[in-house]
């Protein structure tokens, strides 16, 4: 048989290796920042046009290329940065591979302008799909300016498959944030479409962390600092009480590189445990040096995954630090304990506490009574408390739902009145008739999770959240479409400081917000202020609202407003749904029964799980055989 196996001719082998090194706009942003840094710069702009895809440039004061240089860089392999395997083991510098501008080249047209301090003139190439086009002499400053254009211009397939300018742009603020983030005594500019995002001088850590996130920032952080003979730790953690729904603001940094380690962040969390919910995430931004001998970068191609030798180790040590850190800080002692002996224990035990509520069929018994008290009590005290977002039960919610359904005028505000035998539960699950309802219908809550409910057949186990998430997702997508929402006038505006990123998102979805009853005041850099909420949002809650709406959002939103009032109605209705563990009393149990099969949808939730499971009598039956 013949040779069959041929060499790739080099441009081909780029487009390869481009598809490992360049995913998305953000990650040539992330080269590019990188090199520059690599090239000693003390000030870098980022100038973006269209999320990336028109324009990603980078103009760094570094130390420049010679001709040859500059020529040789866009080669596969091609590295100044190590000259022998043995120089991995004892990496300073952020790249070593020499592949990024060889891939960036092979999948967009690069102009390349650079000079070194002891030239007079500089030089200039284009360079477009792996081939040279010009090369010329320049004047140019010390320094190199690299423009990306037309980011997969020769890979259709690539380039649709990008997201949003929006998204992609989000996506290139993250990194920014990280290479900013790992390197404050750099001067940075970024600008996109024109205008200026961030203005970030050179600094120390904390001044740098509050440039980029906001003054409200400042007051947050809590120094870290440590030092032993594996590692070195400095930076900060977010006191307890600022943790979010969203993992937003989570940083580490090893060597001044940014890195995602789950084991480390497990180390934090670990730290952090009994002061935060479940499902809260803490701030942290933490910088390690250690020996780069004792670590492996090399693992990932785009170099954000980290292999250390001693792990376990580390994970102590980084506990045992802030841990530390939080004390001596006397972040804890904030919390109020004392007057709540039921949050004593971590939060995870709080569950299994639960006085189960009696199942009883005598009507007039109420065996929540005692337990509403309970979980009034465990509410928040003062507002210093980390846990003013805890979720209360909330009659008040309850009635503006329950008043909210579209047959609100026969039933009056009268709870009496309710029934289930009202026009609207004739959904399949009834037999087809509401006179297979069994009108004497008692409905009860099983371990604060279920509600049990009884039909003709046999009987109905609903899931109380999923059931609630339904019922306002529709409520919600139904006041969008319908333009229709209802809003409660504030009398003291809410006032909610957000990072630049979160404000560009929430300028995407305020006319959405609007139309669901959010009213909206001044706009400005980091604070917005809101004048009205819906009905059914309670004003202590809007706040853990808006940071979960931010952090669903912040993947998710597209240009499409219908599929961002579907994002935005997920996002709500998640977040002011009752959860496992809430109390519902028995209005409430028949109200959310009522509206759930008054839905369009009743059977799954709006994240597609099942609402309820029915037991008819013959399964009861066939348990008694
Ligand atoms: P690597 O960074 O892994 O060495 P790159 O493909 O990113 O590989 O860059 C190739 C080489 O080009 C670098 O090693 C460096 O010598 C040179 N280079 C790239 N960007 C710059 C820059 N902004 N300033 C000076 N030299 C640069
Ligand atoms: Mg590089």
């Known amino acids: 048989m013949a040779d069959i196996i041929k060499l790739l001719p080099d441009h081909v082998a780029n487009q390869i290796a481009a598809g490992e090194v360049v995913q998305r706009p953000a990650s040539v942003v992330k080269e590019l920042l990188e090199n520059a840094i690599d090239a000693g710069a003390t000030a870098i702009k980022l100038i973006i046009k269209d999320g990336g895809k028109s324009l990603i440039q980078v103009v760094d004061n570094g130390v420049g290329m010679s001709a040859t240089d500059a020529r040789l860089s866009f080669e596969r392999h091609a590295t100044s940065k190590i000259k022998s395997a043995e120089d991995l083991f004892n990496l300073n510098t952020k790249g070593f591979r020499g592949e990024a501008l060889a891939s960036i080249a092979a999948i967009a047209r690069v102009d390349l302008q650079t000079k070194t301090a002891d030239e007079e003139i500089g030089t200039a190439i284009q360079i477009e799909g792996s081939e040279i086009k010009s090369q010329e002499v320049v004047v140019t400053p010390q320094g190199t300016s690299l423009a990306v254009k037309h980011l997969f211009f020769n890979i259709p397939a690539r380039r649709n498959f990008l997201k949003s300018d929006s998204v992609e742009l989000r996506h290139i603020t993250d990194e920014f944030h990280r290479v900013a983030l790992a390197h404050p005594s750099i001067a940075f500019n970024y600008y996109n479409n024109g205008s200026e995002l961030f203005n970030l001088p050179q600094s120390n850590f904390r001044q740098r962390i509050v440039n980029i996130f906001g003054k409200k920032a400042n007051e947050k952080l809590v120094p870290v600092e440590e030092e032993t003979q594996v590692v070195k730790v400095s930076g900060f953690i977010c006191k307890s009480e600022f943790a979010k729904k969203s993992r937003g603001e989570q940083y580490f940094f090893v060597n001044n590189r940014f890195i995602k380690s789950h084991y480390l962040h497990y180390a934090v969390l670990a730290a952090f445990e009994g002061l935060i919910k479940p499902g809260m995430h803490p701030g942290y931004f933490l910088n390690l040096e250690v020996d780069p001998s004792s670590i492996d970068i090399n693992i990932h191609p785009t170099k954000t995954e980290i292999k250390f030798d001693d792990e376990q180790t580390l994970y102590a040590i980084l506990r045992s630090t802030i841990k530390h850190s939080l004390g001596q800080f006397n972040v804890a002692p904030t919390l109020d304990f004392e007057h709540d ?36 009590r465990s509410s928040p005290k003062s507002s210093t408390s980390s846990f003013s977002s805890y979720k209360k039960p909330s009659t008040q919610s309850w009635e503006s739902l329950y008043v909210e359904t579209p047959s609100r005028e026969d039933r009056s505000s009268d709870f009496g009145n309710l029934s289930f035998e009202s026009e609207v539960s004739t959904k399949s699950i009834f037999d087809g008739s509401d006179d297979d309802l069994d009108t004497a219908a008692i409905t009860f809550q099983l371990k604060r999770k279920y509600i049990v409910t009884t039909i003709k057949s046999g009987m109905v186990v609903i899931d109380q959240g999923r059931a609630h998430q339904r019922v306002l997702y529709e409520k919600f997508l139904k006041t969008v479409t319908l333009n229709e929402g209802l809003s409660q006038q504030l009398l003291f505006p809410i006032q909610l400081s957000f990072s630049l990123s979160e404000i560009d998102i929430l300028n995407e979805i305020k006319d959405n917000l609007t139309t669901m009853g959010f009213v909206f005041g001044e706009i400005s850099e980091s604070v917005v202020e809101i004048n009205g909420i819906p009905p059914m949002v309670a004003e202590a809650e809007v706040g853990s609202i808006f940071d979960e709406l931010m952090a669903d959002c912040q993947q998710n939103v597209g240009a499409d407003g219908f599929s961002q009032a579907d994002v935005l109605s997920k996002a709500l209705c998640k977040s002011l749904a009752v959860k496992t563990g809430d109390v519902l009393d028995k209005l409430s149990q028949a109200a959310l029964v009522n509206d759930l099969f008054a839905c369009t ?8 799980r099942p609402i309820y499971v029915t037991i008819t009598e013959n399964d009861i039956d066939k348990k008694f055989i």
């Open 601 to 608: 949808e009743s059977m799954v939730s709006p994240f597609n």
């Open 341 to 376: 002996s039921n949050l004593q224990t971590p939060y995870g035990y709080k569950d299994k506490n639960a006085v189960l509520p009696k199942v009883t069929v005598d009507s007039t018994f109420n065996p929540f009574a005692e337990e509403t008290k309970v979980a009034s």
